[in-house]
């Protein structure tokens, strides 16, 4: 099946420490993306990424870090210097040329203790 | 600076009900808008519109976007408690496939 996954589901960590999310899709699409999402706020764009080997920031992109070395996977790191990273954290992939619509994985919720 | 806003930011209505909700937006190179409802997990897609006054319709939901004015509508028709989801609307500014999101508005859906 075609599709974006996410992994994990749920994850807990201690303030201070660095965490790795995973996103990684089947689609053959160029470009992808990492949001989150607070509670009553819509989404806000962290990273993205339109080829292998770059990115960009997007608007709050500030503790956070990306790497892009595959098509298919676009980890996001939650650093230590992200003074809020409690959140639900949505990855997307799209194509790059014409009219595209953005597909989205199924989510992880990140909460720091 | 663009911007989305979604109004109302929630509603509850009973089933059979009809429900228009709003999407208007402030952006600098408008490409298309997009509608998403998200339940608990992952936004699906369920519509992009790019031309003025033309419907898009898939079931009991419907939705038109009006580029004079710079907002956009998503009708839902005879609402089911299955219809209960946050509603996102989102605009493509052109600018490298960054979409601008709206705040979402939470439809709840009674029996």
């Known amino acids: 099946d075609g599709g974006i996954t996410q992994s994990p589901k749920y994850l807990f960590r201690k303030e201070g420490q660095n965490v790795t999310l995973s996103c990684e899709q089947n689609l053959n699409h160029d470009a992808m993306y990492w949001y989150r999402q607070d509670p009553g706020q819509g989404l806000r764009l962290i990273y993205y990424?339109?080829?292998?080997?770059?990115?960009q920031k997007g608007d709050i992109a500030e503790g956070y870090s990306v790497s892009r070395e595959k098509k298919e996977s676009f980890p996001l790191t939650v650093t230590s210097a992200q003074k809020n990273p409690t959140a639900f954290y949505l990855c997307?992939?799209?194509?790059?040329?014409?009219?595209?619509?953005?597909?989205f994985g199924p989510g992880t919720r990140l909460t720091v203790l | 600076e663009d911007k989305v806003v979604q109004s109302p930011l929630s509603l509850v209505v009973h089933e059979g009900d009809t429900v228009t909700l709003n999407c208007s937006y402030e952006v600098t190179n408008f490409r298309s808008l997009l509608w998403y409802k998200q339940e608990k997990k992952a936004p699906t897609f369920l519509f992009m519109l790019t031309s003025s006054g033309i419907e898009k319709k898939s079931g009991r939901l419907s939705s038109i976007l009006d580029k004079k004015e710079l907002f956009s509508i998503l009708n839902i028709t005879a609402t089911q408690t299955g219809d209960s989801a946050v509603y996102l609307c989102a605009v493509d500014d052109n600018q490298g496939g960054k979409l601008i999101f709206g705040q979402g508005t939470e439809l709840s859906v009674k029996p």
């Open positions: 997307a992939s799209s194509r790059r040329e014409g009219l595209y619509t953005q597909y």
């Open positions: 990424s339109q080829i292998v080997n770059d990115f």
